[in-house]
């Protein structure tokens, strides 16, 4: 158990729906990095929020957006869902904005787009 | 840009021991982590280098040499449950943040 959760652990949507997945960090963590994992692929990095500010983003487009919010958790908003966007969607959490020795990943959130 | 590179797939004997390699070209280099992941689930913290050299961690060891832009996860005694997929990454600090760069992963088969 790495302390970190995220929610929903699974989700089907249509193609042009949005969607928000969550993730609660380790207590202590004040960092949250989401990445995109497609099947057989290594994670892909999206964004990182440090003290409730994006400190750093990936190559993805701005329909991905996200949040953190005073408690350190953090939401990922996808807009105008593509069937590209199925993947496990994974949040890791970890201590300082240049990071730390460990960065602690959620279970994922595996989204379907139909 | 990054680029890594890792083997697809591995296959190995219970008790034996195998090596998993691990290549790379970054900018800003800091610090290469092992992540290990059995299907369906999160990646799991293995091991981080920062400096060259031999990281030991119970059955686990990760080498890292930057100026070859290598590294290696070694895994002794190996047990059935080390099946699963080895991901290398590499974090770098340039444009701020603690942004890790996967490889695609190897696949280590453990047989009896």
């Known amino acids: 158990e790495t302390g970190v959760t995220q929610s929903p652990t699974h989700l089907i949507k249509t193609r042009g729906q949005q969607v928000t997945l969550r993730c609660s960090s380790q207590s202590g963590h004040n960092t949250v990095s989401w990445y995109q994992q497609a099947l057989g692929q290594g994670p892909q990095f999206i964004f990182q929020?440090?003290?409730?500010?994006?400190?750093g983003r990936g190559n993805f487009p701005p329909r991905f957006s996200g949040l953190q919010f005073p408690n350190y958790s953090s939401e990922l908003n996808v807009n105008a869902l593509e069937l590209d966007d199925s993947a496990l969607y994974l949040c890791?959490?970890?201590?300082?904005?240049?990071?730390?020795?460990?960065?602690?990943f959620g279970q994922g959130t595996r989204l379907t787009v139909v | 840009g990054q680029n890594i590179d890792q083997p697809t797939e591995m296959t190995a004997t219970e008790g034996a021991i195998v090596q998993i390699n691990c290549t790379y070209q970054t900018s800003g280099f800091n610090g290469l982590f092992w992540y290990q992941q059995h299907a369906g689930e999160a990646p799991t913290f293995l091991s981080y280098n920062v400096l060259d050299g031999l990281e030991e961690k119970g059955r686990f060891s990760s080498f890292l040499s930057r100026s070859k832009g290598y590294s290696y996860l070694l895994l002794k005694e190996l047990q059935m449950k080390d099946s699963a997929s080895y991901l290398c990454a590499v974090r770098d600090s340039i444009g701020g943040g603690n942004k890790l760069t996967f490889g695609t992963g190897t696949q280590l088969k453990v047989e009896l």
């Open positions: 929020y440090y003290r409730e500010e994006e400190n």
């Open positions: 890791a959490s970890s201590f300082g904005r240049l990071g730390a020795n460990e960065a602690f």
